[in-house]
């Protein structure tokens, strides 16, 4: 029996819902399976704690959350508490502290699921987007300066590290390699950015030219390539990006896939040194919160990615199938899909698909 220990971070919103939503689909998996078995410990961390604490979680949360083995969150951010503080009090530090510098967000439209594009079909579109996650844009270097004065001056510096370029782009090459049309576009700006972007561009042919020949790149930028997700996704397997591109290019990917609601994300610290955290791409919707009708997928598709994590693919893609077949039949949809149903009440059919 493989006993897993996850730290639990619903967070706000609409994360509290999806995450128990997501655990007890893993609960009722297990049971079937007889092989595994999760062992939660959920920690109250977010907006609501920093009301009340005035931090988003306790000062040792890092050293609390190390000795888990995966970590499972919802979402953090609520009007009420400004963004950047949600950002920076909880999800940054975990991604920054425990070197989770992939993020990996799959963009596929599901079977069953109508994309916006015209024309596009399930199994049209399948590609990867390995995004920067610890450095780059989102450094936090920087600073501001007469502040209040006509003079005022505002600094932020972007930071790209040969190690943390080279880590996440050898990264995408090896998942490249394993893709069927071995693949890779990187994500690039170097006719605007001409100091951090060209570095960029340099690692990426100086790796592929020596230790991925086989693997198709190339480079494009980040304007053109967001027009390209609308107009030719189907042209791509693996598409690396800095942290700033990456982000955009995923709630765009969120989109082509029929609803920010249903895109998965893992945020991997690839020599398992530290643990790694799935989570959903999508944030807290105030919009929507309390309704008990965010759509779950986004939040069971991040938990299918950590059972891959964990050595289980087997349970991870019977989530995805069982996911894929009631989206299929189509009598169970969250309102964000054009249906009636409750978020309860799709994890239910997602449970008997399974069963
Ligand atoms: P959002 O993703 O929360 O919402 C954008 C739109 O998508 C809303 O209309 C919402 O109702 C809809 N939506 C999102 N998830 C859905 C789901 N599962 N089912 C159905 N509809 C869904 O982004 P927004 O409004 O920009 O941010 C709200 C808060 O969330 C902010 O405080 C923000 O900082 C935070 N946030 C947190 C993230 C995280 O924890 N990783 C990521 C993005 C935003
Ligand atoms: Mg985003």
């Not at 390995?130 to 209040?148: A, D, K, P, V």
């Not at 690039?188 to 592929?208: L, R």
């Not at 693919?313 to 189509?330: F, H, N, S």
């Amino acid at each position: 029996m493989q006993t897993v220990s996850v730290a639990v971070i619903p967070g706000d919103g609409i994360g509290i819902e999806t995450v128990q939503a997501a655990r007890r689909l893993l609960d009722r998996l297990a049971e079937l399976d007889g092989g595994i078995k999760f062992a939660y410990t959920e920690f109250p961390w977010g907006c609501a704690y920093y009301t009340q604490h005035g931090e988003m979680a306790p000062k040792d949360f890092l050293s609390t959350l190390r000795s888990f083995e995966t970590i499972m969150l919802g979402a953090v951010g609520y009007p009420g508490v400004p963004d950047h503080v949600s950002l920076w009090g909880l999800l940054l530090p975990i991604r920054r502290g425990f070197e989770q510098y992939v993020n990996m967000r799959p963009v596929r439209i599901l079977r069953g699921v109508t994309s916006p594009l015209r024309g596009r079909n399930p199994g049209d579109v399948n590609f990867v987007v390995i995004r920067e996650n610890t450095e780059g844009e989102y450094s936090s270097m920087g600073g501001r300066l007469h502040t209040g004065f006509p003079h005022e001056v505002v600094v932020q510096n972007t930071v790209f590290t040969r190690l943390g370029t080279e880590r996440v782009i050898r990264y995408a090459y090896r998942l490249a390699a394993k893709a069927p049309r071995k693949r890779l576009c990187g994500a690039t700006k170097s006719n605007g950015i001409n100091w951090a972007m060209p570095f960029w561009d340099e690692v990426f042919n100086q790796i592929g030219e020596t230790e991925f020949p086989e693997v198709e790149r190339w480079l494009t930028h980040i304007d053109a390539l967001a027009a390209n997700f609308v107009l030719k996704p189907d042209v791509y397997d693996v598409v690396v990006a800095s942290n700033l591109f990456g982000d955009i290019l995923t709630d765009l990917g969120g989109a082509v896939m029929g609803s920010i609601g249903m895109a998965p994300s893992a945020n991997i610290n690839p020599e398992r040194k530290y643990p790694s955290m799935f989570e959903p791409v999508h944030g807290s919707a105030p919009d929507i919160a309390g309704k008990g009708i965010a759509n779950p997928v986004g939040q069971i598709w991040s938990s299918s990615m950590m059972l891959d994590h964990l050595g289980r693919q087997d349970l991870g893609e019977a989530v995805m199938t069982a996911v894929e077949d009631v989206l299929e039949e189509g009598r169970v949809r969250t309102p964000d899909l054009g249906g009636r149903s409750t978020t309860n009440e799709m994890v239910d059919a997602i449970i008997a698909r399974l069963e």
